[in-house]
């Protein structure tokens, strides 16, 4: 089992930034890739991005330039950078590890970025 812990959602204005933090504990060992997903209201979850246990990222273009995934893997902290938020980036952001079996998810944290 793997528990997932985001921290650092809140509610900025258009142009400011946030650090997301997602504390995993349990068997971490076994995780393969975690990942930052977010729900905005009315729409399907969507990917933002992945990172492996290689420290290989990916961005999706929707955030591309303007956020940045890490992780210390030291600490089993997953992290999201968000920089030049705009009020489309509202939404509850989910923490996501995945192991060979099943993924595990977060709670979420709620980001809201007001004009």
């Known amino acids: 089992q793997v528990q997932l812990v985001e921290s650092g959602g809140g509610r900025v204005q258009a142009g400011e930034s946030l650090r997301l933090s997602c504390a995993a504990s349990g068997t971490t060992d076994k995780i393969i890739y975690m990942a930052w997903h977010r729900q905005a209201p009315g729409k399907q979850r969507e990917l933002v991005a992945s990172i492996n246990k290689s420290g290989m990222s990916r961005i999706e273009d929707s955030v591309k330039g303007r956020f940045a995934i890490s992780r210390d893997a030291a600490n089993h902290t997953l992290y999201l950078q968000m920089s030049s938020l705009k009020p489309e980036d509202t939404a509850v952001y989910y923490c996501?590890?995945?192991?060979?079996?099943?993924?595990?998810w977060g709670q979420g944290t709620q980001v809201t970025v007001s004009s």
């Open positions: 996501n590890a995945n192991n060979e079996y099943r993924a595990y």
